[in-house]
Nanobody, 126 residues
Framework: QLQLVESGGGLVQPGGSLGLSCVAS????????IGWFRQAPGKEREGIAC????????VYLESGKGRFTIAKENPKNTVYLQMNSLEREDTAIYCCGAKYKGRAGGMLARSDYDYWGQGTQVTVAS
């Protein structure tokens, strides 16, 4: 049974950086597409980055391009999200999702994923 556990959230000032981790247990992440999502209060969950098991190419939400970097370390079954130049609008609960195999070209829709972690809070404030 696949389980996802996120960590690394916290409070950071605007313009700062934060690194999140998503550890998968029970499976090998090289067979899964992993996506990072976030949900701010009163808003829908949105996909911000994903890395496919098919073509291993990262895909980013437009607002995250140039600021967010997703990376996968299969031997550790871990996917990272490095976030730089954080803005107050980035405040949200960040969670990771997993889909067996997935597809090339990017998967940033919530409905694309079958498994979810509990999430970690990221707060950007001065």
């Amino acid at each position: 049974q696949l389980q996802l556990v996120e960590s690394g959230g916290g409070l950071v000032q605007p313009g700062g950086s934060l690194g999140l981790s998503c550890v998968a247990s029970g499976v090998f992440t090289n067979y899964y597409t992993i996506g990072w999502f976030r949900q701010a209060p009163g808003k829908e969950r949105e996909g911000i980055a994903c890395i496919s098991s098919v073509d291993v190419s990262p895909v980013y939400l437009e607002s995250g391009k140039g600021r967010f970097t997703i990376a996968k370390e299969n031997p550790k079954n871990t996917v990272y999200l490095q976030m730089n130049s954080l803005e107050r609008e980035d405040t949200a609960i960040y969670c990771c999702g997993a889909k067996y195999k997935g597809r090339a070209g990017g998967m940033l829709a919530r409905s694309d994923y079958d498994y979810w972690g509990q999430g970690t809070q990221v707060t950007v404030a001065s």
